[in-house]
């Protein structure tokens, strides 16, 4: 079988341990963006439902590794948390929660439905249980051009995630890496208007979960190499109402090929406010603003969901580099679009 | 005859507890003192002359053992002994991406594995040949240099019966080209191996083979060691399905490095090697003819096709004859050409999969005649009731059929559906669909000349009642060891329980040619009734003296032996047994089995087909189509399957079942599919088995037609069950949106190009089919030449 290189793991016991050791391997560290993805020497780990598969085929060969099971927090909690957290009447979910957690959470389940659904559609019940929100947040990018093992990579020659001196394989014209963003939760998370708690050795910061993700297969998080993610935010569910749809090929175990979340605050069936999130359709997760603007004071009426779903679909760029194809992911961006709105009518 | 106590219930397999505790011992799970591990090196290279192979590092390498290549063992070697084509590792040249070239022993796996990227492979490219098209075209390219025409590997016609006058009586024929694309076996245990090499220059090989007899030979010719001096022992293999019934590079690597080192030596391939080592389902382009008069009586059939064979031969003389084989066996045809051409290319060999060769043509057969119903408006049940192959019969191609149950299957999976009330009745996006297969119960030949049985089996019984079976036969999950069991208790009259099962080890147990073309039940089952019915006579004889009635009112059963007209004058299993030793000496016994001959023809290329009896199954699909995504769920699928008896019918039920989720997943969306050489999916997260949450719902009707020749009346059920699922989907795609879909897999996007392009068929149109085989090698090397720019500039 497929077997782990060799490397040293930490296991701090706070997250202000675990951050000093960050800094302190990354001194030593070359630039990962000159040395492709193998050449990052320190990493870190959650639940390593991802890490470890990706180790196995030699996408990263970390020398260290640091652990945040023992230092994250894994609770969920009402409030917006210390100190004095600005969202008093939302949920604070502790990075360290499993998705099965996550999953099962009433709170989620009644406020933030879309979170609830989206994790439920992760990988299978074994990773779940091991998988956390922070490590899904912080999920790399994937393509079938990169997630292969080390053998098929040399054959293929490499690409340029791995071998920055290489042409991107999916389109050898790009100036960038076209690796695709696979987490289910952050559209999910970007339509609840998430904002996540980030760590370092320096303190910590609050950042919209809007403004982490950057179109970049390779860079794909705005958030430095020093950063933790400790904390996702979720601001008062009151008068909202949200859903996640996921396009795979099987009900199971499957990356998302397209995923799309809706949210609307909805106040005397008028929408107050509304949020229209995909993935899997660019490197970066993103927000459909020109859907937002026209949900605003709709109905929900069909027009309003066809204009909304028109604008998804314009901006989604689906590339040949997951299951599927890009026509067909292309096409059931607005498919979906339109079953999560129309989903979230009152009756 | 008794009345059955064993056979016809549901008992548990024998073998079940251990399967489920975690006890049951696969090759991986053995340990052996002093083991090492080895690992494979692969050709990175499709298409490639080795212009220098240098292992002088890796072996320097601390912990590394012992490294073989191709040149230690150049005998060529091959499943079929008249198309030997491969070594045991590359020689010379390497043919697909994945192909071993090197083996590497080291003390552990890791060092193993770091060794690999010390040895050194120089080569120089060679063009890959990646179609069928270029294939057939290529002069200049030869993937074997004994290729003639081509890369073509074997052509094959046959022609039966009046072709010409068959289709000038036809009121209509039809014309249609179809494609299946390839798609692999994905054994849940990958395929694994210890070679354990003895003090006196023996080896012993733990493998998860279904054909221990054949390797037996192989590693004979390969090692040039006596086969007195080699023993093979298949494990329990986790999964089959015709994947593990070729000899494989690491079993010989294993066996060598053993030998050499007089060391245990391990091998087991990872995901992505399985993927390599592959063997599975040859993508295949048919054309197929058929002549019917104007109420649907087939006059002619003429069918050709063009199998996509990889690299190496495998068995791939047989599936091409198999392509062609079984057309006749299910409806009635009068005349019938069929024209077979399997071509090398540079991918992963192709071979047998589960309904071996036939499953592609009973693909495009069944769907054709949903085509001719609808243009004859016939309804496809009662239109295929019509014209069946009757039972005891010859086909136009001198096939002897015995017992055809296919009439009952179509009628009762119809019945269990309400299909002719239902079907073009359902709602837009629903459909309904049929379609009707066969096949073998083994091949009526073995694979290399000989005149010996095809399964032999010996019984024994001991002073405590315990019996004890022998059968060369390899367990493969179909439950081979439980047919054992259960045919011999049957037959002395104890339970299942009573009996020790010694199979799979060709230093211990008869041969028996292997668990592939579903012969074991019937082969290797009459081997072992006959084996245990000699044994019966004595213990019968013995009963009879000692409780004084005459020998044929003895009845055996539940451990004892009684008179069948005063049951409670009995005597227990173990004191007939006691008595009968004292009497005839040791109870031992030997049984065999042959097929009888003229069962086939005598024609060049008669020796595929044939065979003792015909499994017959049908299956009616029921589907919903989501017209705006294109997806494609299949709500139920429902299989009628005559298995001559049910020896346990839920055993057989579990064959039907996994053969339909099989079968489900090749139309659905598995697809063994490359992009310029490289394998594109090769992991279990990108090779898209159905899940258990995507599986249809499963219902399987057993149809009895007790066959006279088959043990205890059974046929097979192993494989058939497959074959119809597919044809029945895309004919109940077809009910649902109006689609023809004449290839496979059906995915989300081609219904949705279809529905969109308003297109009524999708499918190739020719040989050719349009579409470019190089366009993705032109990408990958297009990517490699604009990376050397990048590193210039």
Redesign the interface.
Known sequence: ???LP?FQLHTPATVEDAALLLREHHAAEQDGAKTGTPGITVMLVAGGTDLYPNMKRRQFTPSTLIALGRALPRGIQNGGLRPAGPLPLGVTIGAGATLAAVASDTRVLSGYRALAESAIAISTPQLRNMGTIGGNLCLDTRC?WY???L??R????MCMKTDP?????VA??SPRCLAVASADMVPALLALGASARVVNSEGERVIALADMYRDDGISHLTIGRDDIVTEVILPPADGWRSTYLK?R??????FPIVGVAAAVRLDGGIVREARLAMTAVGSRPMLVAAAAAALIGSRLEDDAIAAAAAAAHKIARPMDNT???I??RK??VP??ATRALASLREN | MNELSILGRRLPKVNSWAHLTGQAKYADDIMLPRMLYGRLL?S??AHARIKKLDVSRALAYPGVVAIVTGADMPEKMGIMPSTQDETALAVDKVRY?GEPIAAVAALD??TA?EALSLITVDYEPLEAILSIEEALAREDVKIHDDSTRGNVFKEVHLSFGDLEAGFAKADHTRDDWFFFEGNTHAPIE?HSCVANGEANGNVTLWTCTQVPHYLHRELEKVLGVPRARIRVIATPNGGAFGGKSDPFAHEFAACLLALRTKRPVKF?L?R?EVFYAHRGRHPVKMRLRTGVTKDGEITAVHFQSWLDGGAYASYGIATTYYTGALLTVTYRVPAYKFDGVRVYTNKPPCGPKRGHGTTQPRFAFEAQLDKIATDLGLDPLAYRLRILQPPNSRTVNDLRITTMGLGECLERAGRATDFSARHRQLPPGKGIGIAGSAYISGAGLPIYWNEMPHSGATVKIDRGGGVTVYCGTAEIGQGSDNMLASITAETLGVLPEDVHVVSGDTSLAPVDLGSYSSRVTFMAGNATKDAAMKLREQLGTVAAEQLGVPVEQIRSAYRRFYDHEHPDAFMSFTDVAVAAEARFGTLSAAGWYKPPTGIGGTFKGAGVGPSPAYSYQACVAEVTVDR???VLTVDRIVTAHDCGRALNPANVEGQIEGSAYMGYGEII?EEQVFRGG??????L??Y?I?????TPKLEAIIVETIDAEGPYGAKESGEGPLNPVIPAIANAVYDAIGVRFDETPI???KI??ALAKKKDRVGPTGLDGGRDPKAALR??T???D??ER??DA
């Open positions: 079988m497929l077997r060799r079938n997630d292969q093992s053998f098929w040399m054959a293929e020659g001196s290489v042409v991107c394989r050898p014209s396009l090929d099987r009900g199971s175990f499957d299951s599927g194809t026509a067909q096409k059931t498919v979906f | 692969h990175t290279q991406v796996e890791d594995f990958s087991t990872d992505e705006e995504t294109g969306g490289l394998h594109k999916k090769p992991s997260l990108d898209k159905p899940t258990s949450l995507d995915t989300p996007d949705l190009d990408r990958l297009a990517s490699t604009a990376r990048k590193r």
